[in-house]
T-cell receptor, first 114, second 114 residues
Framework: AQSVTQLGSHVSVSEGALVLLRCNYS??????LFWYVQYPNQGLQLLLK??????LVKGINGFEAEFKKSETSFHLTKPSAHMSDAAEYFC????????????FGTGTRLTIIP | DAGITQSPRHKVTETGTPVTLRCHQT?????MYWYRQDPGHGLRLIHY???????DKGEVSDGYSVSRSKTEDFLLTLESATSSQTSVYFC?????????????FGQGTRLTVV
């Protein structure tokens, strides 16, 4: 079975500072990896996805992530944090063929310090 | 935004009563999913559907059943609600068998079992 580990359930950064949210995965097949963001009282919105093309993936709102097979990692970064980035972030891996079942990490709540 | 409507958005029910949550989509997507979100657990898959009348169990299916009689509707039923089923429930849809296709999420249903 595939799994995802997100290191740090809470991360705080100052406005303008680098955002780094960590995600490691385990998979028996080449993975497809996703980052989703959830704002308070809302559903999940896709930030970006890795689908075996370029290892550096750019997403919405200035976020990007790099797939590193040797480290089984897919960390999410943003060079300069904005107050509007405060949210919960989920890393996910798709498993199996023939459907889009997603296995999620436990999430990281990002707080931005003014 | 993907056309996904969950109803009700909030519900309080008593232990032992049956509860049905509805997910309605206007995208004509083949795949539909029910997840529950709990602190410290992220999102966990309850059941999913890969077509009309075609459903399968997810990671945390005990105590839940589903039905899909039309492409656009996916119902989640708690046969006899328990306090451990207090959670936020999300419906998701995805378009195809391609694992790179992202899932789109509804706004969620907050269920409280008292």
């Amino acid at each position: 079975a595939q799994s995802v580990t997100q290191l740090g359930s809470h991360v705080s950064v100052s406005e303008g500072a680098l955002v780094l949210l960590r995600c490691n995965y385990s998979s028996s097949v080449p993975p497809y990896l996703f980052w989703y963001v959830q704002y308070p009282n809302q559903g999940l919105q896709l930030l970006l996805k890795y689908t075996s093309a370029a290892t550096l993936v750019k997403g919405i709102n200035g976020f990007e992530a790099e797939f590193k097979k040797s480290e089984t990692s897919f960390h999410l970064t943003k060079p300069s944090a904005h107050m509007s980035d405060a949210a919960e972030y989920f890393c996910a891996v798709s498993e199996g063929f023939g459907n889009e079942k997603l296995t999620f990490g436990t999430g990281t709540r990002l707080t931005i310090i003014p | 935004d993907a056309g996904i409507t969950q109803s009700p958005r909030h519900k309080v029910t008593e232990t032992g009563t049956p509860v049905t949550l509805r997910c309605h989509q206007t995208e004509n997507h083949r795949y539909m999913y029910w997840y529950r979100q709990d602190p410290g657990h992220g999102l966990r898959l309850i059941h999913y559907s890969y077509g009309v009348k075609d459903t399968d169990k997810g990671e945390v299916s005990d105590g839940y059943s589903v039905s899909r009689s039309k492409t656009e509707d996916f119902l989640l039923t708690l046969e006899s609600a328990t306090s451990s089923q207090t959670s936020v429930y999300f419906c998701a849809i995805s378009e195809s068998e391609d694992r790179g296709r992202e899932a789109f999420f509804g706004q969620g249903t907050r269920l409280t079992v008292v």
